[in-house]
């Protein structure tokens, strides 16, 4: 036994040795891995990424495929075109396409190709019916190899912002289409962007690598491996055991407020950083169901919902207070509104006239039907589920009675296609999308704002205006227009304002230039570096 002992150290300490000469050699391989190569992790596959259709991550769209045009800090820029000239009465767009670029094929881009990319979008154009901007295209022209030529029906203003969308004028190399076209699909994913995409596995990972013969600047990182971990409290775990690199969201299905504040204390470890505001958080109350009719009840709710409890409780007071659904700082929406502050009082007087009285059980009943409501939201998002239960217990103390039901996306999805619900969480499209191509939605039967503006007197009236701004060549007469809308959904109580929400992301300490793009669906990998 004593021999044995004798042996033993020397034993542990070899072993020892080996351990720490293969944990240098996987830290070696690490720190190579990590200087080329983003592991980022997200609950979400890319899916399919055909930027003409909407299946797909926008993020990683925005990595393979580029337009037009491009909205960076608040402005349209160039991008596949290097400039533009707009005819006097605003209805042709003449641009100058950028040379010797190539899709990851070997395809030439050029005037051919784009209009090829126009008419597919076109040839679907019921499915992208929401962007006014398909309904306004006249005609699209190839001038000679490097000019390209798009004809309006209308001046339509908001042009050049729509064309630098994610989606879906976007650039698909034409040996991708099937049947000379992208609706039924495409064969392959291919486009001009900083990216292609090399691998990709259902609902495991995608993997991208640096576009060798990208005609702007090259991404400072080579590759991009986009892991896919459904649990939000996984990711998280994955980010602090270094597994991956970067979580990215706008909203609460990527990222929960105390792990993002906690997180964000250890700065050794971590870089967190969040936008400016970017788009708004509400509530959808549905005006065509029987129990929400009543201007005078959607009235009442919104004063009910105390909005600084959910700030200060559920977001942490990262987000300032929306006392409107769009903030002031977005175009044309500049303009004085009523709002509707936390006042209980007031939301009892109200339910109170619509005759709606307080029972034995503290539940308001009129007509021997209890004033009951149902608040659906998607079981993915922890988030929405925290704020549904905040405002269950502000609706409570006026004497609603809210059930909350919590269901799968598609599910969710549904609901709000065939309007379904009462109330429902709502989240603006942000900018650069906001308000016109947010607005613009409001006008398509399948969007949750449609349903729920569907009881409203003037609901035709209301999409009519919004076609008509659409094509106002007038500035003031747009503003008037937009001042118009906007006045009568704030005045009818079709959305409860929560707050304006914030893109946010968190990242291992060594990860540099962590940004946003103006769009909160685009991920930047292009611009980071590790350190």
Not at 331 to 338: N, T
Not at 359 to 380: C, H, V, W
Request: charged fraction near 25%; aromatic fraction near 10%.
């Amino acid at each position: 036994m004593a021999k044995k002992r004798k042996w033993m150290p020397v034993f542990f300490f070899t072993i020892s040795m080996m351990l720490l000469i293969l944990a240098g050699c996987n830290s070696s391989k690490k720190e190579s891995r990590s200087s080329n190569q983003i592991n980022y992790g997200s609950t979400k596959d890319i899916r399919d990424i055909n930027p003409h259709l909407y299946n797909g991550e926008m993020a990683a769209q925005n990595m393979v495929f580029e337009g037009l045009t491009k909205n960076e800090e608040g402005k349209v820029k160039p991008a596949l075109a290097k400039s533009w000239a707009i005819s006097d009465d605003g209805k042709e767009y003449t641009f100058s396409l950028q040379t010797n670029v190539k899709f990851t094929d070997g395809t030439a881009f050029n005037a051919d190709a784009v209009k090829q990319n126009f008419d597919a979008v076109l040839a679907n154009k019921e499915r992208h019916a929401w962007l006014d901007m398909v309904n306004e295209i006249e005609s699209t022209q190839v001038v000679d190899d490097e000019t390209f030529k798009l004809t309006l029906k209308h001046p339509y203003y908001p042009t050049l912002i729509e064309l630098g969308l994610t989606r879906p004028f976007r650039f698909i190399s034409p040996k991708s289409f099937i049947e000379g076209g992208s609706k039924t699909g495409v064969s392959s994913y291919v486009g001009t962007g900083p990216y292609k995409l090399e691998t990709h596995k259902d609902n495991q990972y995608a993997h991208f690598v640096v576009n060798e013969d990208y005609w702007g600047e090259k991404p400072k990182v080579s590759e991009v491996d986009w892991k896919v971990i459904p649990d939000s409290q996984a990711l998280l775990l994955a980010l602090k055991k270094g597994e991956i690199d970067l979580i990215y969201g706008a909203d609460g299905d990527q990222l929960n407020m105390d792990a993002y504040n906690a997180m964000k204390a250890d700065k050794a470890a971590f870089t967190a950083v969040s936008s400016q505001p970017v788009a708004s958080r509400a509530i959808l109350l549905n005006s065509k169901r029987e129990n929400l009719s009543s201007l005078k009840v959607r009235e009442a709710l919104t004063y009910a919902v105390n909005k600084e409890n959910i700030i200060k409780g559920v977001l942490n007071n990262s987000e300032d207070k929306a006392d409107t659904l769009l903030p002031k700082t977005a175009p044309y929406c500049d303009i004085e509104l009523k709002s509707y502050n936390h006042n209980v009082e007031k939301a009892n007087q109200l339910l109170d006239e619509a005759g709606w009285k307080v029972g034995e059980n503290g539940i308001r009943m009129k007509d021997d039907k209890p004033l009951a409501l149902t608040f659906s939201y998607n079981s993915q998002n922890a988030q929405e589920g925290t704020i549904a239960q905040s405002i269950q217990a502000d609706l409570k103390e006026v004497g609603v009675d809210l059930a909350i039901i919590s269901e799968e996306k598609q599910n969710f999805l549904d609901r709000q296609k065939d309007g379904e619900f009462d109330l429902q969480y709502s989240l603006s499209w942000g900018t650069p999308y906001d308000p016109q191509s947010y607005l613009s939605s409001w006008r398509i039967p399948a969007h949750g704002d449609y349903q729920a503006q569907l009881g409203l007197d003037k609901k035709a009236w209301l999409d009519d205006k919004i076609t008509q701004v659409m094509i106002e060549p007038d500035e003031k007469q747009r503003q008037t227009d937009y001042s118009e809308i906007l006045t009568y959904i704030n005045d009818q109580c079709i959305y409860i304002p929560i707050s304006y929400s914030k893109t946010k992301a968190i990242g291992k300490a060594n990860l540099k230039n962590i940004t946003f793009n103006d769009s909160q669906y685009e991920i930047p990998f292009e611009k980071m570096f590790f350190e």
